[in-house]
């Protein structure tokens, strides 16, 4: 690579916005210059950053002027509504890691580990899935190409920071601010708004998006996704039925070889992937293996990542490294 990108972080100041400048440090992301946006509340903010001090300016019209190559958002969907297409115009590359673009047909939703292909067709805009979506797929990918996925049942046990500071609070206060009912001692099977059908929006956002991800309309998902008193990494019960037959050591050795997994499967001596060990890492946890004695070809496992790193802000600098090795960087 020779061109260093200049980057912009919209969101700067939020959960993950600041988790982007731990993960751009961690990863020795290369770049030139720095911007920093945010909402008019947190302008004029100063932040520390690999031995130099930024100041957070105020998102507006004319941010993406100049000068910019890649801008990581995270600060809403009705924000990356306006702005995304403002700055895809002047040909910066967003990655969005709100649900603004996840389901637009000409946006590419990309997980580098499972589908980084679908980067090359992008036209400004890359989607950045939903959390609990990201890790799910990662376990996914190699059991679909080699089993062929034909349902799929999702039940999440969701962690309070995906709820930002708000839900962050909530936990650490016992007050019910992000949530109709307190999150202390209690778990709550309602993450989003209720839809017509019964289900919640962020259900949905892993059932249209999981399809999305992994090429395949066909696939038959439900969800059912929970919050839970649980300040960081988001946990998943996961059921599959397969088209084709398997052993259950093969599939324990396909997901140790597979890229960004960690196998944490040997319940005779309590190993199994945790919450508490994922927070701060960027791996998916996999483990609790074992067949669906109830119905032909069926596997349940349980998977666990960071939704913050992993299921956010590291999954979109993932995606800016896959740019890096494109032509306008070379």
């Known amino acids: ?44 903010k100063t932040v520390d950053f690999k031995g130099a001090t930024y100041q957070v300016e105020e998102l507006n019209d004319h941010s993406f002027d100049e000068g910019i190559d890649i801008a990581l958002f995270s600060a809403g969907g009705s924000t990356s509504e306006k702005y995304a297409p403002i700055a895809a115009a002047h040909g910066v590359v967003v990655i969005d890691n709100s649900s603004a673009w996840r389901m637009d047909p000409s946006v590419p939703l990309v997980v580098p580990e499972v589908n980084p292909q679908d980067i090359l067709w992008n036209h400004g805009i890359i989607a950045n899935p939903n959390c609990s979506t990201i890790q799910a797929v990662v376990a996914l990918k190699p059991l679909h190409d080699k089993y ?18 708000k839900g962050i609070n909530d936990l650490k206060n016992g007050t019910s601010i992000a949530y109709p009912h307190p999150i202390v001692n209690n778990c709550i099977p309602h993450i989003d708004v209720f839809m017509e059908n019964g289900y919640t929006k962020e259900e949905m956002k892993m059932i249209h ?16 996704t929970v919050r839970v008193p649980v300040f960081d990494s988001h946990s998943e019960s996961i059921n599959l039925e397969f088209e084709r037959p398997f052993e259950i050591e093969d599939v324990k050795k396909l997901l140790a070889v597979s890229p960004g997994i960690v196998l944490r499967d040997d319940p005779a001596n309590n190993v199994y992937p945790l919450a508490s060990e994922a927070a701060g890492t960027d791996p998916v946890y996999v483990g609790r293996i074992r067949r669906d004695e109830s119905v032909a070809n069926g596997l349940n496992m349980w998977v666990v990542a960071d939704n913050i790193r992993k299921g956010a802000a590291t999954n979109a600098i993932q995606i800016a490294e896959e740019l890096l090795k494109g032509e306008k960087f070379q």
């Open 1 to 44: 690579m020779n061109k260093k990108p200049n980057i912009a972080i919209v969101g700067a100041t939020g959960v993950v916005g600041t988790t982007f400048l731990k993960v751009l440090e961690e990863r020795d992301f290369p770049f030139d210059q720095l911007t920093l946006l945010a909402s008019s509340r947190s302008a004029g």
């Open 148 to 165: 062929k996925i034909k349902r799929i049942v999702y039940s999440t046990y969701q962690a309070v920071s995906g709820s930002g500071i």
């Open 209 to 224: 998006e999981t399809r999305k991800i992994l090429g395949d309309p066909s696939i038959a998902i439900t969800a059912t």
